[in-house]
């Protein structure tokens, strides 16, 4: 089903520390996700993706992790930055085509100085 | 390579008036989307176009809303009337050839 929040879940972190962002999604069948990074007034960037076959994939400076089992991601930012500032969406894909994709409600990350 | 553009970056409107929204996918993109962002929740897709097809709209409100992409590469999507909760960030998005979706700035939409 949807999630409906009106409230973004927010993290805060300390400039240079780790960041931890969770996803839960929805449905078993999905095969491809991607996290977006969307900053204020702007829209969605893409940040990293990972297909259901792969457990672990590595960008710069970041990681997603997929447990399929728990239908679970989490996408680790190393050595954040004030720049990391903005909320974080994961997305998740519902059809063969691979274009058809369920965004989740995000995260707010907050870097603090 | 320019990205995706929108227009106007910002609109408010009355309940029951009309707006439209317009989107320029980048270049050689056969694939665009509009979505729709409510604050605080992840953007929501309304309608998806292959070229000048419709792809999926399951879930666009058929009532008020629709969209064309007449010659596939523009493409416009009207509210007519529009309601209080369709205020929003409208969002438009391209791809071609991978499954990456670049997203425009969005146009926000206040309805009172």
């Known amino acids: 089903g949807e999630s409906v929040g009106l409230h973004l879940p927010t993290l805060s972190v300390q400039e240079g520390d780790n960041s931890i962002i969770n996803c839960a999604y929805s449905n078993s069948a999905s095969d491809y996700f991607i996290w977006y990074k969307q900053e204020s007034g702007k829209g969605p960037q893409f940040i990293i993706d990972i297909r259901s076959n792969m457990d672990k994939r590595q960008g710069q400076r970041v990681t997603v992790l997929l447990n399929k089992t728990v239908k679970h991601l989490s996408l680790q930012i190393a050595a954040t930055q004030p720049g990391d500032s903005a909320v974080y969406f994961c997305?998740?894909?519902?059809?063969?085509?691979?274009?058809?994709?369920?965004f989740g409600p995000g995260t707010r990350l907050s870097v603090l100085p | 390579e320019a990205g995706v553009a929108q227009s106007p970056r910002y609109k408010i409107i009355e309940k029951r008036q009309s707006v439209a929204f317009w989107c320029n996918p980048i270049s050689g993109h056969a694939t665009l989307y509009w979505y729709q962002q409510i604050l605080g929740q992840g953007p929501k897709l309304l309608i998806q176009f292959q070229n000048n097809g419709v792809v999926d709209d399951s879930q666009l409100p058929k009532d008020r809303f629709s969209a064309e992409r007449l010659k596939g590469v523009d493409s416009t999507l009207k509210i007519q009337p529009a309601k209080l909760e369709d205020s929003a960030v409208y969002l438009c998005a391209s791809s071609f050839p991978s499954n990456e979706q670049f997203f425009g700035p969005g146009t926000r939409l206040t309805v009172l």
């Open positions: 997305a998740e894909n519902l059809d063969n085509y691979g274009q058809n994709f369920v």
